[in-house]
């Protein structure tokens, strides 16, 4: 862990890697000081927002242990329904060694963990605990993906929340609105949100 300053008011917390910062954020989250104003994960730091004096913040995140348990009762848990058919799934078959049903078993059979948000509003970074669905990106990304579209990128899965450029594989696509200012909060998708998918 190494605590970097960023601004009056914050710092970031930085981490060697994915798992490492997810197990701390929530950790941090459990139980965080009444001046914390906000903590905003991303793939290897956490960017903690305080009002207030820095030291007891600093002392607070120095003392804090890396949460053991994976499972959280106090995460929502989201269901997306998904059509499967998405332009890449037959390239993602290929780049796995699994059928397209395997594919589409694989991806709906297990819990996503939402680690982190960003890429657009409502954009959430979906790791689960299935190796198999790793993939690269495209080599060639292309210049819009229409919205709603789930792909695989990496150790993650994602839904693009409106019509974007993007280099994800393409698996499939739903109709679920992840962003939406009427709502509160907005975002469908949150730090910590636990996903499952189920094939329309």
């Known amino acids: 862990m190494r605590i970097v300053p960023a601004g009056e008011n914050a710092v970031l917390v930085e981490f060697d890697g994915l798992d490492e910062t997810m197990a701390y954020y929530r950790s941090l989250t459990a139980d965080p000081p009444s001046r914390v104003v906000d903590l905003v994960p991303a793939a290897r730091t956490v960017l903690v927002m305080f009002d207030g004096p820095k030291q007891p913040i600093l002392d607070w995140i120095s003392a804090t242990e890396p949460a053991v348990d994976v499972d959280d009762d106090r995460s929502d848990t989201v269901t997306i329904s998904v059509v499967y058919d998405g332009e890449d799934l037959d390239e993602v078959a290929r780049l796995t060694g699994l059928s397209t049903t395997e594919v589409v078993a694989a991806h ?85 949100t636990t996903v499952r998918f189920e094939q329309a």
Do not use: M
């Not at 080599?139 to 990128?153: D, E, F, I, Q």
């Not at 679920?176 to 909060?185: F, H, K, S, V, Y």
């Open 108 to 192: 709906t059979d297990q819990a996503w963990i939402v680690a982190f948000g960003g890429f657009a509003p409502g954009f959430g970074y979906l790791v689960g605990t299935d190796a198999r669905l790793h993939v690269p990106r495209r080599t060639s990304p292309r210049t819009s993906v229409p919205a709603g579209s789930v792909g695989l990128a990496g150790e993650f899965s994602g839904i693009y929340p409106r019509s974007s450029p993007g280099g994800w594989q393409l698996i499939g696509r739903t109709d679920a609105q992840l962003w939406n200012l009427d709502r509160d909060p907005p975002a469908l998708l949150r730090p910590g």
